[in-house]
């Protein structure tokens, strides 16, 4: 009888622990997965796409290119979500993507173009200033995934954002550029603070309207004007965009005093309608005591789900 071959190899790592049972019928690896919930995630690499297309155009010193895709992303940011609620393609992987690309397209790019056109001039500290306003931007995007989540938030409170959001910050804080390109002389300092400035309202906790209630219905008298209105904004913006870029930036700038003081009244409003608590009367020694519950259920079964 011949001896038996050794291999050299051990039964254990031709077949390790995690590979699945020879005998276990075979699963499909691919699982269909509906159109609609794609649409979303697609527009939202295309604003991803602009984001970094703006960065290698600010590079090259084309900075009115890289300008038009920073406001193509914002415009691609505020479609995408309103789209994958009408499809009903929402999902957690569109949620996390679109939070990624918002990161990159209106706090990094952003952060870079001001860089190379004015704060290079303050050589280390015009750097640290595209450097806080990436930061912030990330601090507030992180902030809002979170605060979403948040049970114990009012329902009106959802019409509001606590600090200013991100593509409003990047719109925004490019407004020394906007200004440089009507004729007025660049000055680093100033853009210096001024970059600095929204990068501290993106963190803060001031109430900004986010408009999310308009466009969910429109009256069927408005229809034509609402199509008038955009059709006249989309040929105004391309034929003045820096004009139309500083007025609305200032417009915007000057809405957020009217922003805080309308979360004030909602918020006053609500506190006086809130009942106030009963006083329990007062004990007699005479007066028996309620009888004990036969089930009394654990502390942990009376909160909510949410907390568990």
Not at 148 to 160: G, K, L, V
């Amino acid at each position: 009888m011949a001896a038996k071959r050794d291999t050299g190899y051990i039964s254990v790592m031709l077949f390790p622990p995690f590979e699945p049972d020879r005998n276990e019928p075979r699963r499909r690896r691919f699982r269909s997965i509906p159109v609609r919930t794609l649409v979303p995630n697609v527009i939202t690499l295309l604003a991803l796409c602009a984001g970094l297309t703006a960065i290698r155009l600010a590079v090259e010193e084309r900075l009115d290119l890289a300008l038009a895709a920073i406001v193509f992303a914002a415009m691609l940011d505020g479609i995408d979500g309103r789209i994958a609620r009408m499809l009903k393609g929402t999902s957690r992987f569109g949620a996390e993507l679109d939070s990624l690309a918002d990161f990159v397209n209106f706090g990094v790019a952003p952060a870079l173009i001001l860089y190379f056109w004015g704060l290079h001039e303050l050589k280390s500290a015009g750097w640290i200033a595209a450097l806080v306003f990436a930061i912030c931007a990330g601090l507030r995007l992180a902030r809002f995934n979170v605060a979403i989540e948040d049970p114990n938030r009012p329902a009106w409170a959802s019409n509001f954002f606590v600090g200013v959001p991100a593509p409003a910050g990047a719109i925004t804080v490019l407004l020394p550029i906007y200004l440089h390109f009507l004729g007025m002389p660049r000055f680093a300092p100033i853009t210096f603070v001024y970059t600095l400035v929204i990068a501290l309202l993106m963190v803060s906790r001031l109430p900004v309207y986010s408009g999310k209630r308009l466009g969910r219905r429109v009256p069927r008298e408005m229809v034509l004007p609402v199509f008038v209105v955009a059709v006249l904004f989309v040929a105004l913006l391309i034929s003045y965009p820096w004009e139309i870029l500083t007025l609305g930036t200032l417009c915007y700038l000057g809405s957020l005093p009217f922003g805080w003081m309308s979360y004030r009244r909602l918020e006053r409003e609500l506190s006086s309608k809130a009942p106030l608590p009963e006083e329990s009367p007062a004990r007699s020694p005479t007066m028996p005591r309620p009888a004990p519950s036969a089930v009394t259920p654990h502390a942990d079964e009376q909160r909510p789900p949410r907390l568990n």
